[in-house]
C-alpha cells in the first residue's frame, strides 16, 4: 500500500501541474493588453470605393498611392501593383513586380506624355490614381518602399529642378473622380491627348 502512494501522489502532481499550465496557456490572452493585435486596416475613402464599384469589373487601377492597396478589397477592382503585395514569395513573381513598379515610377514622373501612353498600352490601364501631392520631392522621398528604386531616387532629382511630369498636365482635362486627397484619371482621355 506504501508502494502506491507515491505513484498516485505523483499521478496528482503532474496532472495539476499540466492543469496549471493549460490553464495558463487559455487565460493568458485574457492579461494582455491589446491581444490579439490584428492590425486590420480600416478603408475609409468609401466615395472613392464607391465610384470604383460603378466602373466594369474587369478594369485595371494603376497607382503608387497606399490608397491602391485597399482597392481589391473595399472596391473589388484589380490594381497594377501595391506595396502590399510586394512580397517576394518566388523570384518569378518578384521581378515582374519589380518591372511594374519600376515601369510605373518611370512612367508617373516622366516629362513625355508618350512614355505615359506606351506604358497605360503596354498594361491595359483603364485609370490612374494620384495623391494631391504626388509630383512634389517630398512625396517621393517620405515614401520608404518607392526610394528603394534608383527610378524613384531620380524622379526626386527631377521634381527637385522643377521639371512637370507630363501626367500631370492631363489632371486637369483627365480627371474622372477627386475627393480630398486623391485624383483619379481615366486613361482613354490622356491616351487622346
Not at 498636365?169 to 491616351?191: G, H, K, M, R, Y
Request: hydrophobic share 40%.
Amino acid at each position: 500500500n506504501r508502494q502506491k502512494s507515491p505513484v498516485k501522489f505523483q499521478g496528482i502532481i503532474s496532472l495539476v501541474l499540466t492543469g496549471l499550465i493549460m490553464a495558463s496557456l487559455v487565460l493568458y490572452p485574457a492579461f494582455v493588453k491589446g491581444f490579439p493585435l490584428v492590425k486590420y486596416k480600416v478603408g475609409r475613402a468609401t466615395d472613392l470605393y464607391r465610384f470604383f464599384l460603378e466602373q466594369p469589373e474587369d478594369i485595371l487601377i494603376a497607382s503608387l498611392e497606399e490608397e491602391a492597396n485597399l482597392l481589391p478589397t473595399f472596391a473589388q477592382r484589380s490594381i497594377l501593383l501595391g506595396r502590399e503585395y510586394a512580397i517576394p514569395y518566388q523570384v518569378g513573381y518578384y521581378s515582374q513586380f519589380r518591372q511594374r513598379t519600376i515601369d510605373l515610377i518611370v512612367a508617373q514622373y516622366s516629362s513625355d506624355l508618350t512614355d505615359v501612353k506606351n506604358f497605360i498600352q503596354k498594361y491595359g490601364i483603364d485609370f490612374w490614381m494620384l495623391h494631391r501631392g504626388s509630383f512634389t520631392p517630398e512625396y517621393v522621398e517620405d515614401n520608404s518602399w518607392l526610394m528603394q528604386y534608383e527610378s524613384a531616387q531620380e524622379a526626386v532629382t527631377f521634381l527637385e529642378l522643377g521639371y512637370i511630369p507630363a501626367l500631370a498636365t492631363t489632371i486637369p482635362t483627365c480627371t474622372v473622380f477627386q475627393n480630398d486627397s486623391l485624383f483619379v484619371l481615366d486613361a482613354n482621355c490622356i491616351e487622346g491627348i
